[in-house]
């Protein structure tokens, strides 16, 4: 059964510019990759999603290839990112079967919650593993045929690439970094790592034409880290935090995905778009202070109570 459109891409974007690319996944059968990889079959992309579950992986590529009639989605199971030599097979694979690999999107996570006090050393390597290794094993892995797709396919600015764009990258990373989270450090420490490799790449591969980029979600609704890691009576609290009002959706975070892979966003390498309706700039907000936010904003009070309050005009 075909998701509906609205679901996983705006109407903004023009059918078939992502006509002959091929686009390849890590995690690609998460509800965030799935929704990323969704919206560029959708406008004409054929795929590759690689994960550690065979069934779901599987599953998954089967679903997402409803998105498009004719449409050639490759779900590539017992793929573990921490493995050279898995992920160099499955990215061979996809070339070979689909004609190329123009796009790639790292994003293999782990996540749990735990205080520094209980994690352990192979619990912390783990996702470091994961995500900076696995991470790095992805560029090693698929750069020889970004090189390929970026080469044919340059923007000088000005003049329409009658081919389309190629040879781009993004990294799936958080915003929790910025500032900190408790029961976070391990994934902190590791989104951190996956920056820094983002911008690395950035800078060596940007004169073979390459870019590579960060896509940093916050709190997305109907997913599966959100599920696990956050409790339905916190939500309310932690919406009422971010300035939009709402948690994200994927759809949101498929959006910024076709932006960075398409034409409009030629000039753009080694940049961080946070999609996150300004959720991390209130991390530091005190959700039962006397000032609570935003319903203290809304309600065009006066501060009270407090020395530093503005003194009313005589």
Known sequence: ?????????????KDGIFNNKVVFCTGGAGTICSAQVRALVHLGANACIVGRNVEKTERMAKDIATARSGAKVIG?????????????KAAARCATELGS??????????????PMTQLSTNAFKSVMDIDVLGSYNTVKATLPYLAQSAGKHRSDGTTPCP??????????????????????????VAK???????????????????????IA?????GTEGMERLARPEDLTASKKRIPAGRLGTVKEIAD???????????YVNGETLVVDGGAWRTHGVNPSGSFQYPDF???????AGVKGGKKAKL
């Open 76 to 88: 590539l199971g017992a793929v573990d990112v921490r493995d050279p030599s898995s992920l160099n």
């Open 192 to 214: 951190a790592g996956v920056d820094a490799l983002a911008q690395a790449v950035a800078i060596e591969q940007g004169p073979l034409g390459i870019t590579s980029n960060v």
């Open 163 to 188: 081919s389309g764009t190629g040879g781009r990258i993004i990294f799936v990373s958080a915003t929790i970094h910025y500032t900190g989270l408790p029961l976070q450090t391990h994934v902190s």
């Open 256 to 266: 910024a995905t076709v932006y960075l892979f398409s034409d409009a966003a030629n």
């Open 297 to 303: 904003l809304l309600s065009d009070e006066v501060v």
């Open 101 to 114: 690999l123009d796009f790639v999107i790292a994003g293999a996570a782990g996540n749990f919650l735990a």
């Open 1 to 13: 059964m075909p998701v509906p459109k609205n679901e996983y891409l705006s109407e903004v974007w």
């Open 217 to 221: 979600p916050g709190p997305i609704g």
